[in-house]
C-alpha cells in the first residue's frame, strides 16, 4: 500500500458512455498526476496538478477532462472514448517541497474501451 | 526522450545480488537520479534516489559515479518477487508550474530472477 487509491480497478466502457476514474491519497501531499500506460509502450504523463491547479496538460485529447477538487481527490472525466484509449491509468501524488518530490503511485485502473 | 540508457532485459539467480546499470551521461547538477520499479500490470514503486552520494534504504542500494554519468542499482539478495520492470529516471526539483520534476520514463530493464 502506497497511500494512493485508485476506483475502479477495472473498467469497461462503450466508445459513447461517460464514465470517470477517481484518485485519493492520504498522504498529505500537494500534487497530484495523471499517467496513461498504453500496452508495449512507457508511461506518460497527462496532467499535473499542484495546490488543486493545473500545471500542465501534455497534449492531451479534450475527451480525456481531468478535475482535482481538493488536495487529496483527483478525478479523470471519460467521454467519447476511442478503442486506442485502452491503458493502464496510473494515478500518482508528491509533495511539492524539496527532498519531498518523491512521487508514489496508486495502483491504476485498468481501461478497456470497446 | 527518457535522459537514461538501460539494458532491456536482464536475469539474476534467486539470492545472488541484482545489479542493474543505467546511463545518464547528459545529467545536470541540480537533477536527480530516481528508480521506480513496475510489477506486471501493477503501478510503479518507488525504490530508491540520490543525487551525489550513494544511498542505501531497506530495499536497495544506489551506487553513482563520481561523474554522475552512471548509476547501479542493487538487490542485494534477489527473490523471485523481485522479478520487474527497472526504471532509472533522472529528474530536476519540481518547481511550480514548470516540468523539470516531471517523471519522463523509458522503457526499462526487465528484471527476471529466476530460481
Known amino acids: ?114 | 526522450d527518457a535522459k537514461t540508457t538501460q539494458p532491456p532485459s536482464m536475469d539474476c539467480a534467486e539470492g545472488r545480488a541484482a545489479n542493474l546499470p543505467c546511463n545518464h551521461s547528459t545529467i545536470s547538477g541540480n537533477e536527480y537520479v530516481y528508480w521506480y520499479r513496475q510489477i506486471h500490470s501493477q503501478g510503479p514503486q518507488y525504490i530508491i534516489h540520490g543525487l551525489k552520494n550513494n544511498e542505501t534504504n531497506e530495499m536497495a542500494s544506489l551506487i553513482i559515479t563520481e561523474d554522475r554519468k552512471s548509476s547501479t542499482l542493487i538487490l542485494p539478495h534477489a527473490t523471485l518477487r523481485d522479478t520487474a520492470v527497472y526504471y532509472c529516471i533522472v529528474r530536476g526539483y519540481m518547481n511550480y508550474g514548470g516540468s523539470q520534476g516531471n517523471l519522463i520514463f523509458g522503457k526499462g530493464t526487465k528484471l527476471s530472477v529466476k530460481p
Do not use: I
Not at chain 1, 73 to 101: K, N, V
Open chain 1, 1 to 114: 500500500e502506497t497511500g494512493v487509491t485508485q476506483t475502479p480497478r477495472h473498467l469497461v466502457m462503450g466508445m459513447t458512455n461517460k464514465k470517470s476514474l477517481k484518485c485519493e491519497q492520504h498522504l498529505g501531499h500537494n500534487a497530484m498526476y495523471w499517467y496513461k500506460q498504453s500496452a508495449k509502450k512507457p508511461l506518460e504523463l497527462m496532467f499535473v496538478y499542484n495546490f488543486k491547479e493545473q500545471t500542465e496538460n501534455n497534449s492531451v485529447p479534450s475527451r480525456f477532462s481531468p478535475e482535482c477538487p481538493n488536495s487529496s481527490h483527483l478525478f479523470l472525466h471519460l467521454h467519447t472514448l476511442q478503442p486506442e484509449d485502452s491503458a493502464l491509468y496510473l494515478c500518482a501524488s508528491s509533495q511539492d517541497r524539496p527532498g519531498r518530490e518523491t512521487q508514489y503511485f496508486g495502483p491504476g485502473t485498468r481501461l478497456l474501451v470497446l
